[in-house]
């Protein structure tokens, strides 16, 4: 058996580029996996209330609104791996910040200029980048199959990273280190794989970058031309898609396990790695679904029950049913990811994608940096800790239907060869 028949079809394909681009995404999202167990956990064990955590983790990602546009919309004209390497150099300094210090406002300086991620998912201008770049290098036929490879890569890295943040620290606490220096490990180890990240962008070739010179149009909105329309009505539909994600994320979620059941830092590692490596098998699943129905309609048929298992988690009245229903929820939650993403890369114009991945996952950051800080107030009341599983399931219900009347009738390039 030679070694290109170990892996599957569409990763054979695959330039030395393009495998650069799955071992950057590995790498990030380990880190971000390992660092969203602890990080409510850390900002409390600081002396932060609730609420002033919810108000980090807020602004912290609103941070990343001003850095991702700023860095993805100049990425097609001024070099992909250059906007790369920025970005991983903020990651780096953002993970240094908040381990050496405990005062509200340096972490919210940091945090804010900095790439933190609370929720275990992308965050700043990496996955819009990578995602043009992939797409610049594979064939349009494989570009679905390869995102969802490219998704599993991520959701294995953050379900790695959680249960190795959880058992880790748990392990120092047992060996008599304090639950701040435990915590304040992970924070230590997501600064050196910033570190690691910035290393690994500097050995991607200049084949993932745009041609420009060969196309005499003029980008006039912020690297968006003929794109823009359909970028926007994106934007403001995944912006409310996130918003109500953003009640539920992996760093509240895991709180609300210790408040409602007392699980501890292993048991957490131990349910986020299951709901991680469900999440990642999915998104094999939905390019072969997407090839039957189409991307849009296999967005919203998996999104829409998984949805209301969301809704069903607080209503459980053990820890294992509750984890049961969300693990059901994650084994088709992210079905609608790689195709989301493949979608976005097929509609707009290939030397617009760096910006409208940008924009759209602008919209993502700028609709989760809001609800954190509300659910960090409804999280510092005990009898409303459930509400925000409750919120979040319903919007996503809302943008589901949404994204169906909106988009049912635009179909990507292939799709409309195809019929």
Known sequence: MSAA????APLRILTTDAWLLFVTRFTRLFAYG????????????????????GLVLALTLAGDIAVSLYLTTRADRMGRRRMLLVGAILMALAGLAFAV???LIYLIIAGTIGVISPSGHEVGPFLS??????SHLIPPSSRTEVFAWYTLTGSMATALGALFGGVVTQFLQQRLMTPMASYRSIVLLYAFLGIILACLFTRISSLVEVNNHLDGQVVSFMGLGQSRNVVLKLSGLFALDAFGGGFVIQSFAAYWFYLRFGAEPKTLGGIFFWANVFAGISALLASRLASR???????????LPSNLLLIAVPLMPTLSLAVLVLLLRFCISQMDVPTR??????????????????????????????SPLLAGFLFARPGLINLPFYI??????????????AFRRLHPPEEASGE
């Open 34 to 53: 390992a660092l969203s167990v602890i990080l409510v956990f850390y900002l409390i064990s600081l002396g932060l209330s609730e609420s002033q955590s």
């Open 341 to 370: 993403q493949s979608y976005t890369m097929a509609v707009v114009e290939a030397r617009e994608r760096s910006a409208a991945g940008g924009f759209t996952g602008v919209a993502r950051t700028t609709g989760a940096a809001i």
């Open 392 to 405: 979040a399931g319903t919007l996503k219900v809302v943008y589901d239907l949404l994204l169906y009347f």
């Open 5 to 8: 028949t170990l892996f599957p």
């Open 293 to 303: 129905i189409g991307l849009v309609r296999t967005m919203v048929v998996t999104h």
């Open 129 to 134: 980048i990578e995602q043009a770049s992939l």
């Open 101 to 103: 210090t405990s005062n």
